[in-house]
């Protein structure tokens, strides 16, 4: 499986990005995940297959939705109020295991990244 991340950029804060990841494949769960400067990777939002469940990380409910287009194997990040602390490389990755979609450890492809630079 294939993952291709794109749509990171600079942005002043408050402003918006979206992220697009396009998958080689079908039927998978899918996440976006994040790892800033001298920072572990954390989950930022995940979403099922059939997108009946949906987790946020607590630090980017009400600012960052996700959503998927199954048609076109391709899952957004819309990122709104973006906050200097938003600064990282972002991942999307995919997974067809069952379990909590908010694990990183669950997922089993990973795409390359695409950075994304809050200016305060």
């Known amino acids: 499986v294939q993952l291709q991340a794109s749509g990171g950029g600079l942005v002043q804060a408050g402003g918006s990005l979206r992220l697009s990841c396009a998958a080689s494949?079908?039927?998978?769960?899918m996440g976006w995940f994040r790892q800033g400067p001298g920072k572990e990777r954390e989950v930022v939002a995940a979403?099922?297959?059939?997108?009946?469940?949906?987790y946020y990380a607590d630090s980017v409910k009400g600012r960052f939705t996700i959503s998927r287009d199954n048609a076109k194997n391709t899952v957004l990040l819309q990122m709104n109020s973006l906050k200097p602390e938003d600064t990282a490389v972002y991942y999307c990755?995919?997974?067809?295991?069952?379990?909590?979609?908010?694990?990183?450890?669950?997922?089993?492809?990973w795409g390359q990244g695409t950075l994304v630079t809050v200016s305060s």
């Open positions: 990755a995919a997974r067809r295991s069952s379990g909590n979609i908010a694990y990183t450890g669950g997922y089993e492809y």
């Open positions: 494949g079908r039927g998978f769960a």
């Open positions: 979403i099922t297959w059939s997108g009946g469940s949906i």
